[in-house]
């Protein structure tokens, strides 16, 4: 089954993430994952929800999560309450990405967010996932992109290779809010 | 089959792994990216065979980036490289997980970046060459069952070997049987017979 526009997005896992913090600014600097209430988060608002295959790998670091933290203030215009980047990688890896990329602010706008095993992603259908398990990535995110309105997916696509193009860029999410 | 002191240790063991230039590591970006390579241990033992610091140690740690190791467990030795290699004969550190390569080498660099900052006089040449690398799938330490998957991905065991390259035999190991780093720290390798 894939879900799609007019679905609700699933809640009934809790994606978990470390919450940025000054005292946490450095990057090998630990604090523990809280659970991040997906069904409170999407409760009469606009979500951006994003995935991504890893952390710290080549083509999401150089442009995907980039693209999007150049554009915090589009977003924020366009009533989006929050913007969850999905991985498979645990929360202290996805902590420590957040940071090296720049993102320091305590208000969490932007939070980097385990999807265990993949399991969110593949509630939403099995392109939302991909195995990597044969070059010892496990199963992972796929790319992909979508909006949440009041927990209803009012968009959502995926990226064809898991690489980056237009789809899961911030201009066509912020021309589809 | 478990790792022990006086066995042999195995032919074909690989990790993959990102090279990491030390002299390059004061300026690194860790958003750089590069392309994983394997790791073939029987070339890193050919390499060291026969030298003055033929030992090879091995540290494993349940996930980069995670409290215990990043804190208490792998800065130690980072900090005490020299001692390693004049006390220990270790001619080269693999610190291994079953993060990804990315991840590993990432995390390695942070590392190695602090480590070095606390250590104004650090000479490359004084020290065992460094290594951080993924343990993929945790192939090689579930075939020592020293890897577990308790329903977040297979991980590994916090644990320490040391193989010396000559005789390829293994010298010392030790495993955490709970939480902390009793076994397997920078202590019990500085106090072990090798």
Request: aromatic share 8%.
């Amino acid at each position: 089954m894939t879900l799609g526009v007019g679905d609700k997005f699933p809640t009934s896992i809790n994606p978990k993430y470390v919450p940025y913090t000054k005292e946490n600014d450095k990057l090998t600097a630990c604090a523990n994952p809280i659970e991040l209430n997906l069904a409170k988060e999407f409760a009469g608002k606009t979500v951006v929800v994003t995935a991504v295959p890893g952390a710290f790998t080549p083509t999401c670091t150089e442009q995907h999560i980039p693209d999007y933290l150049k554009n915090l203030q589009a977003f924020k215009d366009k009533g989006v309450s929050r913007i969850i980047v999905l991985s498979a990688n645990d929360p202290f890896v996805l902590s420590a990405w957040g940071k090296a990329l720049g993102y320091k602010e305590e208000e969490n706008f932007i939070v980097f967010a385990n999807d265990p095993l993949a399991k969110i992603s593949s509630e939403l259908g099995d392109k939302y996932t991909a195995d990597l398990s044969s070059v010892g990535f496990g199963v992972r995110t796929a790319r992909y992109a979508g909006i949440v309105v009041d927990g209803k997916i009012t968009f959502l696509q995926n990226e064809d290779e898991l690489g980056f193009t237009e789809i899961s860029s911030s201009k066509n999410i912020l021309d589809r809010i | 089959m478990p790792l022990e002191v006086t066995e042999k240790f195995p032919s074909n063991v690989e990790f993959q792994y990102i090279p990491i230039n030390i002299d390059e590591v004061k300026e690194v970006n860790v958003l750089k990216c590069e392309i994983p390579t394997l790791l073939k241990l029987d070339k890193l033992f050919e390499s060291l065979a026969g030298t003055n610091a033929p030992n090879v140690l091995i540290v494993a740690v349940p996930g980069a980036f995670t409290p215990t190791c990043t804190e208490n467990h792998i800065p130690p030795f980072l900090t005490h490289l020299t001692d390693l290699k004049k006390d220990k004969k270790i001619g080269a550190v693999i610190i291994i997980a079953t993060n990804d390569a990315f991840v590993i080498n990432a995390w390695g660099k942070l590392l190695i970046k602090d480590a070095l900052a606390a250590q104004p006089n650090f000479s490359a040449e004084e020290s065992p060459k460094i290594i951080f690398a993924s343990d993929v799938n945790g192939a090689f330490s579930k075939a020592y069952d020293l890897a577990s998957d308790k329903g977040t991905g297979i991980r590994t065991s916090r644990y320490a070997t040391v193989v010396n390259s000559s005789d390829r035999t293994v010298k010392y190991f030790g495993v955490e049987v709970e939480r902390g780093v009793k076994f397997s720290g920078l202590d019990a390798i500085l106090g072990a017979k090798l």
